[in-house]
């Protein structure tokens, strides 16, 4: 019953920075956790952030700790990731996830719902 879409990606240098949005349908408020995923081909999907449903918590892949930033605007129903200091090992296909509780997990079976996913491609 929740509809996510993914925007933003596309094609950067290393080095440089985008920033991915999911919006959800309807109003979820901080009744959601909200978390980011990546897939590259020939991998398994990995986590890569998660926020809280009031926004006052985040969580990182090691991968990225540092670099990228998740963030959420509940009056907007959506999710932010600014991802900075992208390096080739970023391409992959990213995903928002949303879990019906205000807590997050790190594990994509955890989450209920996802959006199509968008690319990124970091050239070298």
């Known amino acids: 019953q929740v509809q996510l879409v993914e925007s933003g990606g596309g094609l950067v240098q290393a080095g440089g920075s985008l920033r991915l949005s999911c919006v959800a349908s309807g109003r979820i408020g901080s009744s959601y956790a909200m978390g980011w995923f990546r897939q590259a081909p020939g991998k398994e999907r990995e986590f890569v952030a998660a926020v809280s449903g009031s926004g006052d918590s985040t969580g990182y892949a090691d991968s990225v700790k540092g670099r990228f930033a998740v963030s959420r605007d509940n009056a907007k129903n959506t999710v932010y990731l600014q991802m900075n200091s992208l390096k080739p090992e970023d391409t992959a296909v990213y995903y928002c996830?949303?879990?019906?509780?205000?807590?997050?997990?790190?594990?994509?079976?955890?989450?209920?719902?996802w959006g199509q996913g968008t690319q990124v491609t970091v050239s070298s």
């Open positions: 996830a949303a879990r019906p509780s205000g807590s997050y997990y790190y594990g994509a079976r955890y989450y209920n719902y």
